[in-house]
Structures are given as structure tokens and as C-alpha cells.
């Protein structure tokens, strides 16, 4: 089983900052996407952003210019960094990981358990 423990979320004015981290345990064989993605209540969870084992990254429109994504491959981790934070940015947020956990297996995804981000006007 692979296993996904964020962290970093929290409570934070518009136009402040924060960071979350992912880090991914347990049986990993291979790590392809990893990737956050972000839920309100309500409404359907909606991607945030991805990164390939290689680097390659995607983001929604909305967070185009004020959020970064980026991973350690080494540890199994990826973050989201999020500058100028607006309230809209307000959301539970889950990290998303593309893995297999032996040669043979094919891979699937895995979520995390979220983590609250809340940005206050």
C-alpha cells in the first residue's frame, strides 16, 4: 500500500503565502505524476496542479502565476507552493500521487487525506 501524509495547510490572509508538502510511504516501486488538487463543499474535487517524474507541470488557470508545484525524487515528496492567496484559493486540499508497487503491478493513484486551506479577506 502506498500511504500519503500532507502537511503545511492552515489559516492565512488574502495575499499571504503558504506551503504543502506530500511525502509518499510505504511499498513504492515507481512514482510517475504527483500532483494536488483541491475540494469545497459541494462541488467536485478540481485539479490544482501535476508534475511528471520528469518535471513536466501543469496548473489550472486560476492558480497560473501564484502557485508552484515541484518534487524530490529522491524523498518521494512533492509541494505546493501558493502565493497571494485569495479567499477563492479556500478549499481542502488533497495530494495525488501515479504509482505502482512492484515491477508487475500497473500503476494506479493514491490520495491523500487533505489538508485545510483557508484564506481569509
Known amino acids: 500500500q502506498v500511504h500519503l501524509v500532507e502537511s503545511g495547510g492552515g489559516l492565512v490572509q488574502a495575499g499571504g503565502s503558504l506551503r504543502l508538502s506530500c511525502i509518499a510511504s510505504?511499498?513504492?516501486?515507481?512514482?510517475?505524476?504527483m500532483g494536488w488538487y483541491r475540494q469545497t463543499p459541494g462541488k467536485q474535487r478540481e485539479l490544482v496542479a501535476t508534475?511528471?517524474?520528469?518535471?513536466?507541470?501543469n496548473y489550472a488557470d486560476s492558480v497560473k502565476g501564484r502557485f508552484t508545484i515541484s518534487r524530490d525524487n529522491a524523498q518521494d515528496t512533492v509541494y505546493l507552493e501558493m502565493n497571494n492567496l485569495k479567499p477563492g484559493d479556500t478549499a481542502v486540499y488533497y495530494c495525488n500521487v501515479d504509482a505502482s508497487m512492484t515491477i508487475w503491478d500497473s500503476a494506479r493513484g493514491y490520495w491523500g487525506q487533505g489538508t485545510q486551506v483557508t484564506v481569509s479577506s
Open positions: 508534475i511528471t517524474s520528469g518535471g513536466i507541470t
Open positions: 510505504g511499498r513504492i516501486f515507481r512514482i510517475n505524476s
